[in-house]
């Protein structure tokens, strides 16, 4: 209990909450039907958890250095747990949003906590097992999702995708009090809410315009309003960020071509690899009528490419740059997009199989390795601010990919169908459409629709792959493997420097 124990709470919370991201993708079209919802609603079912986690991560990092990271890692996973039932409790689709953005809050206190929590225990060859096994259990998560979101989806019902987190929150919380000792930061550290506030309404309002632009279009009003307030949020926040002592990221980091490189590829890696697969599961079910648990299987070729390519990576490929993990992976992530920006109305699921499995190898090379890419970006004082702004972007990149992606599907889909048909075929309301419009035009809508999706999807990878390779640069330092994490502010580093 002694020895491991704190890793199997740490990877109890973490295996929640990062399942949890991609669990929901399959049981979409389920909801849409019992609670009666449009695809803006569907985007935000899946938006709201994202931008939440992504928004307050560094935030509630620094809070816990100050309150303590167990307690905070607690309360995160009871908060988590209170949210999964109110999502299984859902009458309609606001309450569900709003039990999606709660459930992302506590998601942000036990992500965040996890590493330093794991740094407070283990040290030396026993942390970087620690790391591994971490990171195997958030692939793992990640990969399980869409199969067991599927079974429960057939089976019990989608609100079991949400009651399921209960019974693994009373285990790990338990765990957590008995097995993991509480730690905390340096004394005087100052928490950034000004960040931490800035950040959320340039996030929130930069995807809230990409969603809406979905069904009002580019140049409504409200959409060009929501772009400029996150403008004007985002500029706040650089403001913020040079004048406070302790800064969510010091924007000094991105004049370093290394640490924006990274930057980019992870916000480009978690959008391309990801922010179609929610369109693609509303197709294979509600167009091709395929089950959630076979919808969730057609994934399972990605899931599996990933899994072997970094299991069998982390041995063969220890020591490569991470200019080559990460932009080699992009590249791959952006050349399976392109892959499965072929269907027609008569594809089936086997058309979609070479693009998930060079996505999935991808996937297998960036995901081991960008985390590490991006502490070796910095010197060691700053290395936790680096490990909060990877995750950080990361899943700002996953939420905003998924809306943006979805206004390109319905807007490709529009040149073959009325805009609000196009809008509810694209939510999972083929079955209502098919006394409207023919059979073929319906099927031939959402391929062409998806083709367009994809193609920018693979965009977005090749040029995030580009930028990581020519700005990753640094000689000797930036190189595949396992990291050991710090979490020092920028209050020490400062400190540090003056003695």
Known sequence: MRTWGPLTAVCLGTFMLLLDVTIAIVALPDMASALHASLSDLQWVMDAYALALAALLLGVGAAADVLGRRRVHVTGVVVFAGASLLCGMSSGPAMLVAARALQGAGAAATLATALPLLASVYQGRRMSLALGVWGAVGGAAAAVGPVLGGLLTDGPGWRWIFYVNLPVSVVAVWLTLRAVPESRGRAGRQVDWAGTVTFAAFAGGVTYGAVRAGSHGWGAMGTLVSFAGAALALVCFVVVERRVADPLIDPRLFLKPAFSGVMAGAFAFNAAAFGVMAYTSIWLQTVLGMSPVRGGLVFLWLSLAAFVVAAAGGRLLHGVPARFTVGGGLLLIGAGQFCMAFLDAGSTSTALIPGLLLVGVGTGLVAPSVAGAALATVERERSGMASGAVNTFRQFGYALG?????????????????????????????GALRGAFPEHTLRAAFASGLNTAAVTAGAVAVVGGVLVLVLLRTPGAVRTGVTKPAATTLTEERATQRN
């Open 402 to 430: 998924l809306a943006f992606f979805g206004t390109v599907l319905t807007s490709r889909m529009a040149d073959a169908l009325p805009r609000d048909a196009a809008h509810a075929l694209a939510g999972g309301g083929a």
